[in-house]
C-alpha cells in the first residue's frame, strides 16, 4: 500500500465525560478544546465547537473511536473530519495510557480512517481521498499523523 | 518526524454480482445497489466464500465521484461466519478506487478480525471486482 503524508494533527481533550455503561460496552465522550494541523499541502487549527470523539470500550478490551472535528485552514476554509479508529494493546500499556502517562505509540494500536469533506475549491481533493492515521495519545489529547492512501 | 504506515496483505476478495438495481435519483445523489451473489477470498490467514446475500450500496455523488457502502457475510473454509462491511471511494476520473473494510466475527480463531484496521484497492475486471485487502499495521 502507498501512502503520502497528509498532515499531522494535534488536539485538546477537555474534560472527558464519562456515560457509562452502554449497550455495546462503556461509552465516554471527549470533547476537544481546540488543536491545530499543518501538512505539506494544509494548515490550520482544529475548531473547539462540534468537535470531539466518542469513545467505546467494548466488552472485548478494545476501544472504538468516532471522532468528528471541524478544521478551519490558515486560508479560512472549513474542512468536516470524521474518523473510525481503534485502539487496543497489552494491559499494562493501556493502564499506562489512563493514567497519562507518555507511552511510546508503536507499543499499541491506534489507528484511524479518516474521511473528509469541504466546499471549499482549494481542497476538494480531500473529498475524494482515503486516509489512514497512526495516533499517539498523550495526556493532553492525541496526536494524529494521518496518510494519504495513494 | 512522520512516522510510515505498513501493511500487509489480509486477502484478495473476489465479488460476484447479479444484475443492478438502479434507485435512481436521491436526495444523496444516484444510488444504485449491486447484490452480492457470491464470490471468494483468500489470504494468509483465511479464505473462503462470500455467501449470496449482501450488496453494495453505491452512489454517484454530485462531484462525479461514487461512495460504497458494502455489507456481506463470508464463510471460511472451516466454517466460520464473518460479518464484512467496507466504505469506500471509487473516482474513475481518477482511477482511485479504495475501501475502509471493517470486520466482525464470534469465531475465536478470527478474532484478530475485530481488531484491526483495513484498507482495500479494488477494480473491476471482467469477472468483476476484485479487491486487495491490506490490514492496517
Known amino acids: 500500500m502507498n501512502t503520502r503524508p497528509l498532515l499531522t494533527m494535534k488536539v485538546?481533550?477537555?474534560?472527558?465525560?464519562?456515560v457509562g455503561a452502554v449497550p455495546y460496552g462503556t461509552r465516554r465522550i471527549a470533547?476537544?478544546?481546540?488543536?491545530?494541523?499543518?501538512?505539506?499541502?494544509?494548515r490550520?487549527?482544529?475548531?473547539?465547537?462540534?468537535?470531539?470523539?466518542?469513545l467505546l470500550l467494548r466488552p472485548d478490551g478494545v476501544l472504538e473511536l468516532d471522532l468528528r472535528a471541524t478544521l478551519q485552514t490558515d486560508d479560512g476554509a472549513l474542512i468536516s473530519m470524521k474518523s473510525f479508529g481503534l485502539r487496543h494493546g497489552p494491559p499494562?500499556?493501556?493502564?499506562?495510557?489512563?493514567?497519562?502517562?507518555?507511552?511510546?505509540?508503536?507499543?499499541?494500536?491506534?489507528?484511524?480512517?479518516?474521511?473528509?469533506?469541504?466546499?471549499?475549491?482549494?481542497?476538494?481533493?480531500?473529498n475524494r481521498?482515503?486516509?489512514v492515521a497512526i495516533g499517539d495519545r498523550r495526556a493532553e489529547g492525541p496526536i494524529y499523523t494521518i496518510h494519504e492512501v495513494l | 518526524m512522520t512516522a510510515p504506515i505498513n501493511s500487509r496483505s489480509l486477502?484478495?476478495?473476489?465479488?460476484?454480482?447479479?444484475?443492478?438495481?438502479?434507485?435512481g435519483s436521491t436526495?444523496?445523489?444516484?444510488?444504485?445497489?449491486?447484490?452480492?451473489?457470491?464470490?471468494?477470498?483468500?489470504?494468509?490467514?483465511?479464505?473462503?466464500?462470500?455467501?449470496?446475500g449482501g450488496g453494495d450500496w453505491v452512489t454517484v455523488r454530485s462531484n462525479g465521484m461514487m461512495t460504497l457502502d458494502l455489507r456481506i457475510a463470508l464463510e471460511t473454509d472451516d466454517g466460520s461466519l464473518i460479518h464484512m462491511t467496507f466504505t469506500g471511494i471509487r473516482?474513475?476520473?481518477?482511477?482511485?478506487?479504495?475501501?475502509?473494510?471493517?470486520?466482525?466475527?464470534?469465531?475465536?480463531?478470527?478474532?484478530?478480525?475485530?481488531r484491526l484496521l483495513a484498507v482495500g484497492t479494488a477494480e473491476i475486471r471482467p469477472e468483476g471486482p476484485v479487491h486487495l485487502i491490506e490490514e492496517i499495521l
Do not use: C, Q
Not at chain 1, 481546540?34 to 499541502?41: A, I, S
Not at chain 2, 486477502?11 to 434507485?23: D, G, Q
Not at chain 2, 445523489?29 to 449470496?52: A, Q, Y
Open chain 1, 129 to 131: 481521498l482515503i486516509a
Open chain 2, 11 to 23: 486477502m484478495v476478495l473476489r465479488l460476484a454480482t447479479s444484475p443492478i438495481e438502479e434507485i
Open chain 1, 12 to 18: 485538546k481533550v477537555a474534560r472527558v465525560l464519562d
Open chain 2, 27 to 52: 436526495p444523496e445523489g444516484t444510488l444504485t445497489i449491486f447484490p452480492v451473489t457470491g464470490g471468494s477470498f483468500e489470504g494468509e490467514r483465511l479464505r473462503g466464500k462470500v455467501l449470496s
Open chain 1, 92 to 126: 499494562a500499556v493501556i493502564a499506562a495510557l489512563g493514567r497519562g502517562e507518555t507511552v511510546d505509540p508503536s507499543t499499541y494500536y491506534f489507528r484511524t480512517t479518516p474521511r473528509f469533506e469541504t466546499a471549499h475549491p482549494a481542497y476538494t481533493f480531500l
Open chain 1, 44 to 54: 490550520g487549527t482544529v475548531l473547539p465547537g462540534g468537535s470531539a470523539d466518542w
Open chain 1, 31 to 42: 470533547p476537544l478544546d481546540g488543536g491545530t494541523f499543518e501538512g505539506p499541502r494544509l
Open chain 2, 91 to 114: 473516482d474513475d476520473a481518477n482511477g482511485y478506487f479504495r475501501t475502509v473494510p471493517r470486520f466482525e466475527t464470534a469465531a475465536p480463531r478470527y478474532a484478530f478480525l475485530n
